[in-house]
């Protein structure tokens, strides 16, 4: 297959009319710019940091090599927004549909039994994320913003936090609960203390999820999310042979 041209819709592989249509590049240009890696017009977080990552509105085939030799071979990258088709060489491992939605009158509020969590609480973090699959969770992650957790006899039961933050917008991300704690609205109150912190440094909440999660999507509308887009969540591997492109430069430059 040949790379693809700008798909309608925004994105990895859309026009940008938005800073939400491409939240990755935006981020990574943005208050995110000094975890910025690049190269050529690819830019990406650092793996141990965030599988999230920007490639141009128009990718041409310099754009994918650049790609497959900052993964390296036969790695699998996420390609949010993106809807073209990948090159010959690659497979696509994943792909469904999504929704991001916008506060549009959440009743944010501060959860007095939610702590703020740090790196020392990432094994633990890591723990509950393997366990519950609310999406990537990495060892740095917890550096991209604030995440709140609750403990029930020390234990680590709910968390919810910051990803994304394009220029005025923050995403929240992690949002899970361990089994044995959930219909006890824990997901709820933090998704709300985390949207308060949110507000209270003047930027917009926003979030992702799938599409065909009817019940997240039910809970995150009668909170007061909108809906602002559908798009697309899409996960593809590397070449196993390696790819030549243009010459890596320094995350400072990074745009």
Do not use: K
């Not at 710019?33 to 990718?59: C, I, K, N, Q, T």
């Not at 985390?194 to 009817?214: M, Q, S």
């Amino acid at each position: 297959m040949s790379a693809p041209g700008p798909a309608p819709g925004g994105g990895a592989g859309g026009g940008v009319g938005h800073v939400l249509d491409d939240p990755a590049r935006a981020a990574l240009t943005g208050p995110h710019a000094h975890f910025a890696e690049r190269r050529g017009r690819v830019l990406r977080y650092p793996v141990d940091v965030s599988p999230w990552l920007a490639m141009p509105a128009d990718p041409d085939a310099d754009d994918w090599a650049d790609l497959a030799a900052l993964a390296g071979p036969g790695a699998e990258v996420p390609l949010l927004g993106f809807r073209g088709e990948v090159p010959a060489g690659w497979e696509v491992t994943f792909q469904i549909e999504g929704v991001q939605l916008v506060d549009d009158g959440l009743e944010a509020a501060p959860d007095p039994e939610a702590v703020r969590l740090g790196p020392a609480d990432v094994p633990e973090i890591l723990d509950l994320v393997a366990r519950t699959r609310p999406g990537p969770f990495e060892a740095r992650t917890i550096e991209l913003g604030d995440y709140l957790g609750i403990r029930r006899d020390g234990a680590l039961v709910a968390l919810a936090g910051e990803r994304l933050r394009p220029p005025g917008w923050t995403e929240i991300s992690a949002v899970c609960t361990d089994p044995a704690f959930r219909g006890e609205g824990l997901a709820t109150r933090l998704i709300l203390a985390v949207a308060h912190g949110i507000r209270e440094r003047g930027d917009t909440p926003f979030l992702h999820t799938a599409a065909d999660n009817a019940n997240a999507v039910r809970l995150y509308e009668s909170l007061g999310f909108r809906l602002r887009r559908r798009t697309a969540f899409l996960a593809a591997r590397t070449p196993e042979r390696p790819a030549e492109g243009r010459a890596a430069v320094p995350a400072s430059q990074a745009y």
